[in-house]
């Protein structure tokens, strides 16, 4: 078994045996998504404008090719999120965590996401993105204005999962300084099959 495993590492470290995954990339306009994808892809900081219409791009981080999909957050455009949750591997959430007068409108939509039935199983990575910025809230105030209590996430460590927890965790990040958003890759790739 030692030797089967060890072969399977190599492998895995070598990029054989790459697992897939759908995922989409949500949030208000202006919150993040579309930079962190290109971050993603180029390991570039690219400043973008507001995304118009839905773009498909794939990622690959560790030994998961992510087909990700930047839906865009203008009101217009999140009309069109429902058509593309029917068969996804994960949610990445992005809030603006500095943008303090649309965190109420960004809870709003993330709520209606977690009530879509055919969501109830699909992993979020909730992004609070922008911690750069002075007037970003700390996680403990964006957890308590997205109504996500510790007790109710699904926990940053796998092996201290909270029981009954929906596949739920927040993140706090910033793109522009290149920290946190591979922790929620990470714990995202644990869903993964």
């Known amino acids: 078994m030692f030797i089967v495993n060890f072969f399977k590492g190599a492998f895995e470290w070598l990029g054989f045996f ?12 202006n919150a993040g998504k579309t930079t962190l994808l290109y971050m993603l892809q180029s ?11 839905p773009h498909q791009a794939e990622v690959t981080i560790g030994n998961i ?3 990700s999909y930047d839906l865009g957050g203008h009101l217009a455009a999140r ?3 429902a058509e593309y949750c029917g068969t996804l591997d994960g949610i990445i959430f992005m809030v603006d965590a500095a943008e303090h007068g649309r965190l109420e409108e960004s809870k709003k ?6 009530d879509m039935p055919e969501l109830s199983t699909v992993p979020f990575v909730i992004f609070g993105n922008k911690i750069d910025k002075k007037e970003s809230l700390k996680e403990e105030e964006l957890r308590e204005v997205l109504e996500l ?3 109710q996430t699904f926990g940053k460590d796998a092996a201290q999962k909270v029981p009954g927890a929906r596949p ?7 793109v522009v300084k290149r920290v946190g958003y591979q922790d929620g890759f990470t714990w995202l790739s644990q869903f993964i099959k």
């Open 149 to 151: 209590p510790f007790h």
């Open 65 to 67: 090719r992510f087909n």
């Open 168 to 174: 739920i965790e927040l993140f706090m990040c910033s």
């Open 79 to 81: 009309k069109t999120w």
């Open 109 to 114: 939509e993330l709520d209606k996401l977690l």
């Open 18 to 29: 790459q697992k897939s995954a759908n995922i989409v990339f949500l949030g208000l306009d």
């Open 43 to 53: 390991d570039r900081f690219t400043q973008t404008d507001s995304t118009m219409h």
